[in-house]
């Protein structure tokens, strides 16, 4: 079997990659594949948009069918539960802006009557991967624009109790997942804390190094994830 794995930009890919232990170029429609023995690692773009068109093409296609994808990289954590240089595996994957603000605050897209907000990836395989990575368990929201301030992560907070942290394409490489009835996961490493914009406070290059050593000892987890583990609930 094969995993496909989604990250937003190169430096991602090269993170997950080298902890495979290094790769291969395949060049497929509307994408370059990096072949890592089970794993095709793509760098597919940043936001949801790009994510899911990136994630579709390759699935489509595949000269063999995968058997899971994963949406991988750093992002943003929520202060205390995910510190920097922490890891988080989603127990959700939620668009966290996809609706329509009203005078009486935000609207999800279900409220509106149109599709879903979230996908729950698969709850065995969510905590062997995060029992092996050494990750904590719960909520990603996909945004479209990056939270900057206070009052933003608070509003998100505040819709999203629980959540652990946010990023830009989860959601899109989990809906090009559904499509092709194929699961989804989502791991992130903590770069920086969700709240006001503070490019000094980031952690980018200990962020990658987390999703590499992630990578590295998830693998076996991810590889394994057969046709009867999707069923273990």
Avoid: C, Q
Wanted: hydrophobic share 50%.
């Amino acid at each position: 079997m094969r995993v496909l794995v989604v990250t937003a930009v190169p430096a991602e890919r090269d993170a997950v990659t080298r902890a495979l232990g290094g790769s291969s170029v395949i060049t497929a429609p509307g994408a370059e594949l990096h072949r890592a023995g089970a794993f095709d690692v793509l760098a597919g773009g940043v936001g949801p948009a790009a994510a899911a068109a990136a994630a579709a093409f390759a699935l489509a296609s595949a000269p063999e069918p995968y058997a899971l994808v994963v949406s991988a990289g750093i992002g943003g954590g929520f202060a205390p539960a995910a510190p920097l240089g922490s890891l988080v595996v989603a127990s959700e994957i939620v668009a966290a802006d996809l609706g329509a603000e009203t005078p009486d605050g935000f609207l999800p897209v279900t409220a509106l009557g149109f599709g879903r907000d979230r996908f729950a990836p698969p709850p065995a395989l969510v905590r062997e991967a995060a029992d092996t990575a050494g990750a904590a368990i719960g909520p990603v929201l996909t945004v479209s624009t990056v939270t900057g301030t206070a009052a933003r992560a608070a509003a998100l907070r505040a819709a999203h109790p629980g959540a652990l942290a946010e990023a830009m394409e989860g959601f899109g490489v989990a809906e090009a997942a559904e499509r092709a009835a194929v699961p989804a996961l989502e791991l992130r490493a903590v770069s920086n804390a969700v709240g006001p914009r503070d490019r000094d406070a980031w952690r980018i290059g200990d962020a990658l190094a987390a999703l590499g050593d992630a990578f590295g000892k998830t693998a076996p987890v991810l590889e394994g994830w057969t046709h009867h583990d999707r069923h273990r609930g």
